[in-house]
């Protein structure tokens, strides 16, 4: 046997399905936000170049013709991270920062360039005054603007830290009051005695479980159905089953008080009479009691109603000769119907198994199958004593046999037909012989 499958947890389930769901979401945020506020920053931060050399160039004076080489003091801690040159005609340095190297920051003249200055990378911004005197470029460390990327990121993750164990909390405490009538619901069944088949009560339980509670009532409604069938029928059975027993003692206690051969040879053909019915009774219990959903392992195929037909009048055709009743079966192509066909060809023995039963001596049953739009249909008539409207309804029923018949019989076999009929959604007609005499049974698939 397989390894029995482990249950798992509903609330640990939606707990890491909802926290993992928010965390990748606060992830994806953060990135995005985070390059989009890169994004922002570098523009943000040119722009700040640009106007520190509209700046510069702006209060430039003659004085610089006279200076060789000055360097402006740093004011601050972060000075180190943005330098600034100025270049008169571009070719000789006359001011820039005391970071500032001194070589040009980038051969570019003019706009925005990148460039590495002793394995530092940097951007820098050059400008020209209005008379394209002096150059002046402006550079910034482009590691100063990863460090506020990463703060900005730092501030954007760090909150998720502290908030995903608060959330999951919550979560928890949401998911556990909500499958809360959930566990009542199990509790209720758990807590439920064997034989307890009523409906469960759906007072406050959530929408969702709703269908789960109602499907469980159609469950316990069919199980009690099923055991109050099973209980009637083996009452039934147990009954009909002491009958043939019972004579089968008595006539065995004839034949062994017998005075002469005649009366032990009469005793003993009603013994054998009487083994023949109980045998019979016993096969069609068995027969029923497959006769359920479970035990159908096979799937249904095409099968021919016609041949099924004739293959059943073989069979029985040995007792209809005995009992001098002639069967016909009506000339018909293949009918075709979707079906169990062992099944099929059981209520069709039953069928006329019963119609030569009850039909007297020289009288003909005659077997029809026939075909129609959507439907297929298969017809028994006898020519016997019929069965009166009012008892129809009745002769379906397990075990009932019309009063003042004097056939042998277990009264299973409409049963069985009808069992047999429901599992394949045909109806079961039964309505007077030709010409007002005997019995006709109809048998409609729907195809």
């Not at 700040?48 to 060789?68: K, N, R, T, W, Y």
């Amino acid at each position: 046997m397989g390894e029995k499958a482990r249950a798992f947890s509903l609330k640990r389930q939606l707990l890491v399905a909802l926290l993992g769901s928010i965390t990748l979401a606060w992830l994806a945020t953060a990135v995005f936000s985070y390059f989009d506020a890169r994004h922002e920053l570098d523009e943000l931060l040119d722009a700040h170049l640009a106007q520190s050399a509209s700046l510069l160039v702006a209060q430039m004076g003659h004085e610089l013709e006279e200076i060789d080489v000055e360097q402006a003091p740093q004011l601050h801690k972060r000075g180190r991270y943005a330098v600034f040159q100025v270049w008169e005609r571009g070719a000789t340095l006359r001011l820039r920062s005391v970071s500032a190297p001194a070589e040009r920051l980038s051969r570019r003249d003019e706009g925005y360039s990148d460039a590495v200055i002793a394995g530092k990378r940097w951007r820098i911004f050059s400008g020209w005054d209005h008379q394209r005197r002096y150059l002046v470029q402006i550079g910034e460390r482009v590691e100063a603007r990863e460090e506020i990327a990463a703060s900005i990121a730092k501030n954007l993750l760090l909150p998720l830290l502290f908030a995903l164990p608060a959330l999951g909390l919550l979560v928890w405490l949401n998911v556990a009051r909500g499958l809360r009538p959930l566990a009542a619901l199990g509790r209720q069944v758990a807590q439920r005695e064997p034989g307890n088949l009523i409906a469960l009560e759906a007072v406050g339980v959530p929408a969702e479980v709703v269908p789960l509670v109602a499907s469980l009532n159609r469950l316990f409604g069919r199980v009690s159905e099923l055991i109050g069938n099973e209980r009637r029928f083996t009452a039934d059975a147990s009954h009909e089953l002491r009958t043939p027993l019972a004579a089968l003692r008595t006539q065995a206690q004839v034949a062994r008080a017998a005075a002469n051969d005649a009366e032990r040879y009469h005793a003993l053909d009603n013994v054998i009479a009487g083994c023949d019915r109980a045998t019979h009774l016993v096969e069609q219990l068995l027969t029923l009691a497959r006769l359920e959903p479970e035990q159908l392992r096979d799937e249904k195929n095409r099968c021919d109603l016609h041949a099924l037909a004739s293959a059943a009048i073989a069979e029985v055709a040995p007792m209809a000769l005995s009992r001098n009743v002639e069967i016909e079966l009506a000339e018909s192509r293949c009918v075709e119907i979707q079906g169990y066909p062992g099944l099929i060809a059981i209520a069709l023995r039953n069928l006329i198994d019963n119609a030569v039963r009850y039909s007297p001596g020289g009288s003909i049953v005659h077997v029809e199958t026939a075909s129609s739009k959507g439907a297929a249909t298969l017809t028994v008539v006898d020519q016997g004593p019929g069965i009166a409207p009012e008892d129809r309804n009745k002769v379906g029923e397990r075990f009932y046999r019309i009063l003042g018949s004097d056939e042998m019989g277990s009264g299973l076999g409409l049963s069985i037909v009808k069992r047999i009929a429901e599992l394949h959604g045909a109806k079961v007609s039964l309505s007077e012989g030709d010409r007002g005499k005997g019995l006709r049974v109809t048998v409609t698939f729907t195809r």
